[in-house]
């Protein structure tokens, strides 16, 4: 019987693997697409990403600012009553000592205020005949939030499966950081769809020797029911979902799914529950179980000779076509054309959703703002912490779409640009054209490479917001791209 500590400790390590080094698995699909990709923004996109990683895994930072909300696993014969603590504590260690943005509320509806642990954790436990295992996965709200449920009827075909999957994808657009590994769960009920969709997500590349659920008496792994079948409806709709031409980052090109994972199970005679959950590109995951140690956590993955290739086109690809351009420099900022890519430098601020409430509120009470609004430009982000010797954590744009709702009053108010990922309402579209406004993206998923980007840092308002707090940073070189104007 594994004891208590060495649950906590497993938990801890889990915690730091899943949020700095991307599994094999997951680098090898990305590094892949790379390869094989011929469009040029997607590509550099994709080469970007690839850096990210290798620089989180060297610094032992965040891949992404967003580190998440912690899904745990338990399988095994034996499992402790105080289980739920032990993860927790581990959890909330975890997060404290290593910088990890905490993100947890206490309610989702009557108390929105920070536990400042990332914890409660979501954790689900089984009894199995099995080895004892852990398995941890890292949900990011972005992608959690795009995704889907429907009960269909039960006599839905395979096609209409596959059209509803794709509908979900497309929806969900460049809103939270593709190219994307979805988990497709059809079976037992709305909430044990969304849980085998999780689940799906996690299963092993390999179908043959995937560890699913131990058998009922011999304690031996079973193969997943429909096992080949599930693997070619997922084919199925990889190709259907690449054919939407998303792509890395929302710039087009071949790459839109890396991978797609079906577990399909019981229901009732009347029902045909589906859940899609997407994850970004960075699937962060890591496993521990008695036998295999952190064998999906190890994912040191070296480049070797491909790192030079990437760090080469990158470059040439910077140079070429990226204008360098100061935040002051209005005029020159508002003669860029759609899809142009420059390198920022001076003044932004970051503000999201909890600032952009505030900041609404004292607008309607007619009340002085923290800071003038004129000419400025907001970065739609909430980093990571950091120590006192650096200037912020990894840190990166969160979806812009969040901010749809306050974005028209605040360029009526003269905010020159706002930097975000996704697309835009119509009513932002129209605020744009209106007062000749900008709006940029960024790269999502980058945020340790992007960390190297801010040079000073100044608080401005709202400090009980922790990461949502609206900080003024002197940037230099931060790599973005007119969406709209």
Not at 23 to 52: C, H, M, R, W
Not at 149 to 174: C, H, N, R, W, Y
Not at 177 to 194: D, H, L, N, R, S
């Amino acid at each position: 019987m594994i004891n208590t500590i060495n649950i906590e400790e497993i938990v801890y390590n889990l915690c730091v693997q899943a949020n700095t080094v991307l599994p094999d698995d997951v680098f090898d699909k990305i590094l892949n697409a790379y390869e094989s990709e011929t469009n040029d923004d997607a590509k550099q996109a994709l080469g970007l990403i690839l850096t990210n990683a290798q620089m989180a895994a060297e610094k032992k930072m965040p891949l992404c600012q967003d580190t998440g909300q912690v899904l745990v696993f338990v399988r095994g014969k034996c499992i402790p009553e105080n289980i739920n603590e032990i993860i927790n504590n581990a959890v909330a260690k975890a997060y404290k000592e290593n910088y990890f943005r905490q993100s947890v509320v206490k309610n989702a509806l009557y108390e929105r205020t920070n536990t400042k642990t990332n914890t409660p954790c979501i954790i689900y436990t089984e009894v199995t005949n099995s080895e004892f295992e852990i398995e941890l996965l890292i949900k990011s709200g972005g992608s959690e939030n795009v995704c889907a449920t429907q009960m269909l009827s039960p006599s839905a075909t395979e096609d209409e499966i596959t059209e509803f999957v794709v509908s979900v994808v497309k929806k969900a657009g460049a809103k939270a950081c593709p190219p994307y590994f979805i988990g497709v769960g059809i079976g037992g009920t709305m909430e044990y769809a969304g849980l085998l969709s999780k689940k799906a997500l996690l299963l092993e590349e390999n179908f043959d020797s995937v560890k699913a659920q131990s058998k009922p008496h011999d304690g031996g792994i079973a193969i997943p029911p429909y096992a080949e079948d599930n693997k070619n409806l997922a084919k199925k709709i990889k190709t259907e979902i690449n054919k939407l031409e998303i792509g890395a980052a929302g710039l087009g090109g071949a790459s839109t799914a890396l991978d797609v994972k079906i577990l399909t199970d019981f229901t009732h005679i009347a029902c045909m529950p589906v859940a899609v959950t997407l994850n970004c590109h960075s699937m962060r995951h890591a496993k521990w179980n008695e036998k295999w140690k952190m064998e999906n956590g190890k994912c040191e993955k070296e480049i070797g000779n491909r790192k030079w290739e990437i760090e080469t086109v990158l470059k040439s690809k910077t140079d070429k076509i990226s204008t360098k351009i100061h935040a002051f420099e209005i005029d020159k900022l508002k003669s860029l054309e759609i899809g142009q890519n420059i390198l920022l430098s001076g003044e932004i601020y970051t503000a999201r959703d909890m600032a952009h409430k505030r900041l609404l509120e004292m607008i309607e009470k007619d009340e002085e703002l923290p800071f003038d609004l004129k000419d400025k430009i907001i970065f739609y982000a909430g980093p990571c912490p950091c120590s006192e010797d650096c200037v912020v954590g990894s840190i990166g744009p969160t979806t812009s779409s969040r901010m749809d709702k306050y974005a028209p009053i605040f360029y009526k108010k003269g905010v020159l640009a706002t930097i975000g990922k996704g697309e835009r309402s119509e009513e932002v579209q129209k605020a744009l054209k209106e007062t000749g406004g900008l709006y940029f993206t960024l790269i999502g998923g980058i945020a340790c490479y992007l960390s190297e980007k801010f040079k000073k840092k100044e608080l401005i308002a709202f400090e009980d917001l922790g990461t949502e707090a609206i900080y003024k940073f002197e940037v230099e070189d931060l790599p973005l791209r007119l969406d709209l104007k």
